[in-house]
């Protein structure tokens, strides 16, 4: 069953769906990821407070992911 991110979903429910995502959201400065604001907004609302591009780190994500099913 392939995994796919999508920029609305809940930075919690990523990490959920795989830990080793959290590289990704370390990499855009966001190094809170258990602090209820942050795990609980979406990846394009974070995206947004860390001037980052969400269509591009959905990408990196689903990239990532894509790469560990195959």
Known sequence: MSKTVTKDMIIMDVLKMDAET?????????????????????????????????????KKINDFLAAKEA
């Open 22 to 58: 959290a590289q990704f959201f370390f990499e855009m400065g966001m190094h809170c990821l258990g602090c209820p604001s942050s795990s609980g907004e979406s990846i394009e609302d974070a995206c947004a407070v860390h001037d980052t591009d969400p269509d591009a780190l959905v």
